[in-house]
C-alpha cells in the first residue's frame, strides 16, 4: 500500500505553546487529507479534511482557530495546535487519498502530551 | 449519532478458529466500506474493502462480507492467529468522501 509518514511520533510541550505535526504522502499525491484525533479506548474522530490548496472544512466542534490545518502541497499537510491545554494532550492521526480512489492510508500517529 | 457501530468491544478467540467481526451502519448512503487493524500509539493499517455492490470480498485470511438489505457487515478471519491481536475498526464512506469510524474491537487470540 501506500505510505505516508507523519511526523513526529511522540512530542511533550508546555501549557501555552503551539506544536505541529507533519503528514506526508510518501509515493502518491494527496489531494485530499484527513486529521483524526483519538482519545484512549475511543474510535478514530474526524477533526477536518483538507483539499489540496483549499481551506480545511472543519467537523462540528473542532475549533479551527485552535487546530489550523494547511495543505499546501500534494505531499505535504500540517496540524498546528496552538495555544496547547493539557485537555489537548491526545493521539492525533492523519490519513491521505488521492483524487478517485476511495482507499486512505494513515500515518503513523502523533502521541502528543501538553503538561 | 453514531453512523457505524461495533457492538462488541472486545472478542477473545483460540488461535486456528476463526474470528468474526460484526458491524453495523445506519446511513444507507455509504457505498464504500473498509476495515482497518490498529496496535496501541500507531496508525490505522488497512486490512480490506468492500463497495456497496458487492456482497463478499476476499483476501487471503480475511473475507468481508456486506449485508446491505441489514446495514451489516462483518469481517472474518480464518485461521485466526496470535499476531492478529490488536483493535479492529470498521469504516465507511459516502462517494469517497471522509471516512466515518466504528469505536472499534479487540481481538486477543490465544495460543
Known amino acids: 500500500g501506500a505510505v505516508v509518514s507523519q511526523h513526529p511520533s511522540r512530542v511533550i510541550c508546555k501549557s501555552g505553546t503551539s506544536v505541529k505535526i507533519e503528514c506526508r504522502s510518501l509515493?502518491?499525491?494527496?489531494?485530499?487529507m484527513f486529521w483524526y484525533r483519538q482519545f484512549p479506548k475511543q474510535s478514530l474522530m474526524l477533526m477536518a479534511t483538507s483539499n489540496e490548496g483549499s481551506k480545511a472544512t472543519y467537523e462540528q466542534g473542532v475549533e479551527k482557530d485552535k487546530f489550523l490545518i494547511n495543505h499546501a502541497s500534494l505531499t505535504l499537510s500540517t496540524l498546528t495546535v496552538t495555544s496547547a491545554h493539557p485537555e489537548d494532550s491526545s493521539f492525533y492521526i492523519c490519513?491521505?487519498?488521492?483524487?478517485?480512489?476511495?482507499?486512505?492510508?494513515f500515518g503513523q500517529g502523533t502521541r502528543l502530551t501538553v503538561v | 449519532d453514531q453512523q457505524v457501530k461495533q457492538n462488541s468491544p472486545s472478542l477473545s478467540v483460540q488461535e486456528g478458529r476463526i474470528s468474526i467481526l460484526n458491524c453495523d451502519y445506519t446511513?444507507?448512503?455509504?457505498?464504500?466500506f473498509l476495515w482497518y487493524k490498529k496496535y496501541p500509539a500507531e496508525g490505522p493499517t488497512f486490512l480490506i474493502s468492500i463497495s456497496s455492490i458487492k456482497d463478499k470480498n476476499e483476501d487471503g485470511r480475511f473475507t468481508v462480507f456486506l449485508n446491505k438489505s441489514a446495514k451489516h457487515l462483518s469481517l472474518h478471519i480464518v485461521p485466526s492467529q496470535p499476531g492478529d491481536s490488536a483493535v479492529y475498526f470498521c469504516a465507511a464512506s459516502e462517494y469517497g468522501n471522509k471516512l466515518v469510524f466504528g469505536a472499534g474491537t479487540i481481538l486477543r487470540v490465544k495460543s
Open positions: 490519513s491521505a487519498r488521492s483524487q478517485g480512489d476511495t482507499e486512505a492510508f
Open positions: 446511513n444507507s448512503m455509504f457505498d464504500y
Open positions: 509515493d502518491f499525491q494527496a489531494t485530499t
